[in-house]
Each structure stands twice: as C-alpha cells, then as structure tokens.
C-alpha cells in the first residue's frame, strides 16, 4: 500500500456551494424572490413595529387616563331603599360596607346616585355625587343630601363684546 491509496476513516462533508447544481438546485434552500432572498437582507424588527402602534401621551397631560379610571359608580335609589333603614347615613363608606358598591384596587370609587326606583325612608346621603331628580326625591322622603360639589342653580349669562363695549 502506498501513500495516495490511503483513505480517512471518516470522510470530510464538503460545504454546500449554494445554487450550482447538486442535491439542492435553484434556489438551494433560499427560498423565493424578494428581500430574503438577498444577501444582507434587513427587514424592520417585529417589536419595534408593535412599539409605533401603541398610543402615546404626548402633550395629553397625566390627568388625562386618570378620568377614565375615576369614573363614577352608579347607585339606584332602589338599592338604597332595600338596604338601608330610616335615619341612615349614606356615604361611600357604608355603601362599600353594606356591599353595593366594591372597591376597585383597595381604594372607594366616586359614587353618584340616580333616581331609578322609589324611596320611602328618610336617609341622609354626604359624600356623594347626586343628581337632580334624585335629590328631590330623598327631601321628599324626608332625608337631607350633602353633595361633594354644590348645584349650580344659574348660570351667569355671556357677556357679548360690541364696538362699544371696546371703546370704553
């Protein structure tokens, strides 16, 4: 035996010489046409495109989500009038305790009271957003309301600018 009759015991894979022929022509495993089948092809990352999607805050000021998460919650007079007796106090509090209304993250939400349903006990509601007919409807019965923001009952009138107005 001499020197070129010599083989290796495990034979070396050669590498893949892309698109000439052999087991995988054509394309050889590239692929279609298009920006993949480049070289130093460079598509946009998926992420960043998710990220130009999301809405920003931009100049809305911080105030802005907080309207959305401190919404009211809304009472009827009916559940009032099933829960609690005459000469009760009404506030968020009590209605958290008596389980009409549940906090949202540990905290008591704003509470406003509408009225839907009869009321025939006295009660007295403080701490609470109420509206009109509401309110007419619990002084009725013989109750009081303390409202967070006082009713404006009139508006002032608009003040119209003139030529003459001006001059003076």
């Known amino acids: 035996m001499q020197i070129h009759q010599l083989k290796r015991k495990t034979p070396n894979t050669k590498r893949m010489i892309v698109a000439r022929g052999g087991k995988r022509g054509k394309t050889a495993g590239r692929g279609g046409k298009g920006q993949s089948a480049r070289a130093g092809n460079k598509r946009r990352p998926e992420w960043r495109d998710i990220i130009k999607r999301l809405p920003k805050l931009r100049g809305r000021g911080v105030n802005q989500n907080k309207f959305i998460t401190e919404r009211a919650v809304v009472v009827d007079l009916s559940e009032i009038e099933k829960v609690f007796a005459a000469k009760d106090l009404v506030t968020p509090t009590t209605l958290v305790e008596k389980g009409i209304v549940s906090t949202m993250s540990g905290r008591i939400p704003p509470i406003k009271i509408l009225a839907n349903g009869e009321l025939t006990k006295a009660v007295n509601v403080s701490g609470c957003f109420i509206s ?36 003076s």
């Open 132 to 167: 009109g007919s509401a309110k007419a409807l619990v002084e009725k019965a013989g109750g009081s309301v303390e409202s967070i923001i006082p009713v404006i009952t009139q508006k002032a009138a608009p003040v119209k600018v003139t030529a003459a107005t001006k001059k």
